[in-house]
């Protein structure tokens, strides 16, 4: 996968555009999905990865134990559901939250560490999908859609969606998670799963670097990225509604530093949730 740095808005802004076109989608059916971190050191590791030890061991414990206690909250029926409910939570989970909105994911890699560099990834997960097993490929293309719902996914569970492999190497999905609340509609919210939970993003770009595109931001091009961002309103009033999100953006706006002067602040990474204490190491998009 090529990483470029990038020196403006303008550049990557054209940059992304031109992705857009590699991949033949149309000018509003896009098929690129995004994620953004706020350091380029972060890594596109899961959750579940960095309880470290056994961990692929424990995942159906905390399903399960997560199903148990959190039964008043149920998202719906399938198991996909209940996943994308931890995840959103915070529950150490296989998946991995991106977006279809490039500015989206854009806010979560220039809204914290003005002073590192940020990064925005992204995939064609419709290429993604053309490596699939017949048996998730073929409902895909029956519904003619790009990504999964957690009801097309539950058609496989997930102890089966994971020997599905058709050619010893694993696989990755996208779907859409249920509308749990607004922070999921108006980041434009998709989740990622692999079938093999001991494998990582980062193994899988690295044996499809055709899919993938990703852009490092320096800091000093942050500031002019979040300027341009805070004019068009996608802030954490906007993405993280509520009087959580409220208090992030106040934070934020009347911190004795900004972005551009490397002041700013400083105590968090990328975080769709809004938890971003919790999960400044991960890069938790999700809300």
Sequence with gaps: ???????????????????????????????LVFRGLARSTYSHMSGLARLRGQYAAVESHL??????????????????DWLALGQHHGLPTRLLDWTFSPLVALHFATATWPEDDGVLLCV????????????????????????????????????????LTEDGRPFLAFFEPPSLDE???????????????RYQLEDWL?????????????????????Q???????????????????????????????????????DAGSSMSGLENRHSQDGRMGG
Aim: net charge positive.
């Design 1 to 31: 996968m090529k990483v470029v740095a990038v020196s403006s808005w303008r550049e990557l802004d054209d940059a992304v555009g031109e992705a857009g076109r590699r991949t033949g989608s149309g000018p509003s059916h896009s098929s």
């Design 63 to 80: 399903i399960r134990n997560f199903r148990k206690y959190a039964h008043r909250q149920a998202p719906g029926p399938t198991i996909w």
């Design 124 to 163: 064609d997960c419709a290429a993604a999908h053309r490596l699939l097993p017949e048996p998730l490929r073929a409902p895909l293309a029956a519904e003619g859609a790009l990504v999964f719902t957690t009801e097309l996914l539950a058609r496989v569970a997930l102890d089966r969606f994971d020997r």
């Design 183 to 197: 922070r999921v509609v108006n980041q434009s919210s998709v989740l990622s799963v692999l079938s093999d939970v």
């Design 206 to 226: 690295a044996d499809h670097p055709d899919m993938g595109w990703q852009w490092v931001i320096p800091a000093p091009v942050k500031a002019e990225i979040r």
């Design 228 to 266: 341009r961002l805070d004019q068009a309103n996608i802030t954490e009033r906007v993405l993280l509604p509520g009087l959580d999100g409220l208090a992030d953006w106040l934070r934020r706006y009347y911190s004795p530093g900004s972005v551009g002067d490397g002041r700013g602040v400083q």
